[in-house]
C-alpha cells in the first residue's frame, strides 16, 4: 500500500522560504510521477509543480521562478523548495503520486505566508 508522508510546513512571513517534503512508501519510487497541489480555503485544489519518473517537471504560472520541484529516488523522496512566499501561497499543499495507473494522496501539510 503506497502511504505519503508530508513535512515542513508552518508559517512564514511574505519573502520567506519553506522546503516540503514527501517520503513515499509501498511502491518503486523511482518509477513513480510525483507532485505537489495545494488547496485554499474556499478553493478547488490545483496544481502546483510535478515531476516525471525521468526528472522532467512543469509548475503552475503562479509559482514559475519561485518554487523547485525536486526528487531523491534513494531517499524515496520529493521536495518542493518554495521561495519569495507571498499570502496567495498560504493553503493546505498535498503530495501527489501517480503509480501506474493509480493515484494517491498525502494528508496535506499547512503552509500559511502573513503579509
Known amino acids: 500500500q503506497v502511504q505519503l508522508v508530508e513535512s515542513g510546513g508552518g508559517l512564514v512571513q511574505a519573502g520567506g522560504s519553506l522546503r516540503l517534503s514527501c517520503v513515499a512508501s509501498g511502491s518503486i519510487f523511482r518509477l513513480a510521477a510525483m507532485g505537489w497541489y495545494r488547496q485554499a480555503q474556499g478553493k478547488q485544489r490545483e496544481l502546483v509543480a510535478r515531476i516525471s519518473s525521468g526528472g522532467n517537471t512543469n509548475y503552475a504560472d503562479s509559482v514559475k521562478d519561485r518554487f523547485t520541484i525536486s526528487r531523491d529516488n534513494a531517499k524515496n523522496t520529493v521536495y518542493l523548495q518554495m521561495n519569495s512566499l507571498k499570502p496567495e501561497d498560504t493553503a493546505v499543499y498535498y503530495c501527489?503520486?501517480?503509480?501506474?495507473?493509480?493515484?494517491?494522496w498525502g494528508q496535506g501539510t499547512q503552509v500559511t505566508v502573513s503579509a
Open positions: 501527489y503520486e501517480r503509480y501506474g495507473v493509480s493515484d494517491f
